[in-house]
């Protein structure tokens, strides 16, 4: 009984509001302080940094047309196809690699090579192979999230306790079972991990190419607003891709952890 009535006490005084979050709301008020004030020091050209209600009034706007949406849609989809097919081809090279030290000691170097040099300088190819349309902007991003992807997995391969593959080897199972079967659980963590830098690295690389040469999309809106030096809706735009990039990246870790409470 005393137990319960030090548990219930020691409940009852836990703050409804931890110190971390208190802590975050305390550094987004202390940015938007700041942002304000400068937005009003005159210290800056004009309209660099728009006040708050001006970019509130834009977001607000921009929210209200729907040609931002249909040009939301063109780069959702182009982001979604660059995620599709450089996961999966980082997801089989990864694979490939990790379960094959021949070709991991030949290959996995440029690997390292290539993953950090910036994809922006191969545009020009892509314009050539692919045309000025949506084909370019989709391969830029597929060779930005092809690196990521590809180096998790494979160092993911090479966590897997041995003793599974054996048990998968000792019941015959063929190469597809032991990737469905065995590799694959068995590196979740590598997987979404790479999933979540891949769609980064894909964001950036797709809205790059956007801004570069195109006539639809949130890349070719937020250039063209630079353009006209219509800075709220430029700070507009950024905001609402910012709120998206962050709701489709804990999408993805929401992904994994629902994963993982089924295998539980």
């Known amino acids: ?18 110190s971390v979050t208190l802590l975050r709301i305390a550094i987004i008020l202390t940015v938007l302080v700041i942002w304000e004030s400068l937005a009003h020091s005159g210290w800056l050209y004009r309209d660099v940094v728009p006040s708050l209600f001006a970019i509130g009034k834009a977001l607000y706007d921009l929210l209200s047309h729907g040609d931002y949406y249909f040009n939301l849609g ?5 982001i979604g196809a660059a995620l599709l097919i450089g996961g999966l ?5 990864g694979i490939l690699l990790g379960a094959n030290r021949f070709l991991s000691k030949a290959f996995e170097a440029y690997l390292y090579y290539l993953g950090p040099t910036p994809k922006i300088i191969f545009f ?15 391969a830029l991003g597929t060779l930005s999230c092809f690196f990521p992807v590809a180096l998790s997995v494979a160092a993911g391969m090479r966590q897997i306790d041995k003793v599974l593959i054996r048990v998968g080897k000792s019941f015959r199972a063929s190469t597809w079972q032991m990737i469905v079967k065995i590799y694959m659980p068995a590196m979740r963590h590598p997987i979404i991990n790479g999933v979540r830098l891949g769609l980064g690295v ?7 190419a956007e801004t570069k040469l195109s006539n639809k999309g949130i890349g070719f809106l937020i250039i063209n607003a630079y353009s ?15 709120v998206l990039a962050i709701g489709a990246n804990a999408l993805v870790g929401r992904l994994g952890g629902l994963e993982n409470i089924k295998r539980t």
Request: proline share 6%; glycine share 8%.
């Open 228 to 242: 006209t030096f219509d800075m709220p809706r430029m700070y507009a735009m950024l905001i609402v891709l910012f």
């Open 202 to 208: 894909a964001l950036i690389g797709t809205l790059l």
């Open 89 to 93: 081809s980082g997801l089989a090279v």
């Open 1 to 18: 009984m005393a137990t319960t009535d030090r548990l219930t006490r020691t409940a009852a005084v836990e703050p409804l509001v931890s």
């Open 124 to 138: 020009p190819v892509m314009i050539m192979w692919f045309g000025v349309g949506p084909g370019s902007k989709i």
């Open 74 to 78: 063109v780069t959702a989809a182009e």
